[in-house]
């Protein structure tokens, strides 16, 4: 993939980091929403690096989508590190009632010191972050039980902080999704790109299913030939990527006048259809096999 193609730096996510600066002072924790498919390459290392004093809750969002065992390794790895991480999914609402409570268990001192101080009962406060498209106004909707935050499935749709009761206990602050100004790593790029975080129109799609076909036949193959009906011999007959594609694409009946494969039509499906989960529930990502430095 060509770097220019996933500098993506539009002037409101500078508008959040310096809002996101300036907000930390009144909450409590911060609540960082990352994708369970990409739980690496979704975690926006200046987010990191403008919290990084503020106690945490990391929430693996879109689980019914991903691997369930490579989410709980996911899980487990946080953990090794000291830090607390639930798999949740605004769809089913799997994990959604374990946030409050570990709220509450990383703010155990907090809690208790303002019990000291004749303040039992003082609302917390959590600031939501992530990158666009990670579901953070979904997750706050099913939080509160209705649709207070804005929620479209396209990134970038919150565009100022809201101020969202959840409880009488707990308060949310959502803060536009922001992505960063340089991928360093052309993968974390190519991760967002394939799973949405990254407006389409603003892509080559060919390029990006291509390169979610050589995903797919690294890290899910069985579920890759059986959605598509490939054979083992037909895939190891591609010399390319971009010949999965066409397979794909002819496996399909994408065909367009004189035979020739409709690669576009078939990229839009494969990318679809990979975000959707239809062809099973996959993870692009694993702790020993994605990058530590920003986990």
Known sequence: MQSDIIQWFPGHMAKTRRMMSENLKSVDIVIEVLDARIPY??????????????????????????????????????SSLGKEAISVDCING????????????????????????GMAGRKLRAMVVGIPNV???????????????????????????????????????????VLWPKFEEKKVGENLAITGAIKDDILDTEQIATILCARLKKVAPELFMARYKIS??????????????????????????????????????????FRGAKIGRISLEAPNTAGEKNA
């Not at 690096?49 to 691997?67: E, G």
């Not at 939080?143 to 009488?168: F, H, M, Y």
């Open 41 to 78: 390459s979704s975690k926006n290392p200046e987010i990191s690096d403008i919290t990084d004093k503020k106690p945490s809750l990391t929430i693996l969002n879109k689980s019914s989508l991903a691997s369930q065992k490579i989410t709980d390794e996911w899980i487990r790895y946080y």
């Open 94 to 117: 799997i994990g959604i009632a374990k946030i409050e409570p570990t709220v509450r268990k990383i703010l155990a001192e907090k809690i208790k010191a303002y019990e000291n101080k």
């Open 135 to 177: 579901g953070k106004s979904s997750l706050i909707n099913k939080l509160c039980g209705s649709r207070k935050a804005k929620v479209e499935n396209r990134p970038g749709v919150t565009l100022d902080k809201q101020w969202i009761q959840v409880s009488p206990a707990l308060d949310l602050m959502d803060m536009p999704g």
């Open 232 to 273: 083992q011999s037909e895939l190891d007959g591609c010399e390319t990527d971009y010949e999965i594609l066409e397979l794909v694409g002819r496996k399909r009946g994408f065909l367009i006048s004189g035979g020739e494969i409709d690669t576009e039509r078939a990229s839009n499906m494969l990318l679809d259809e």
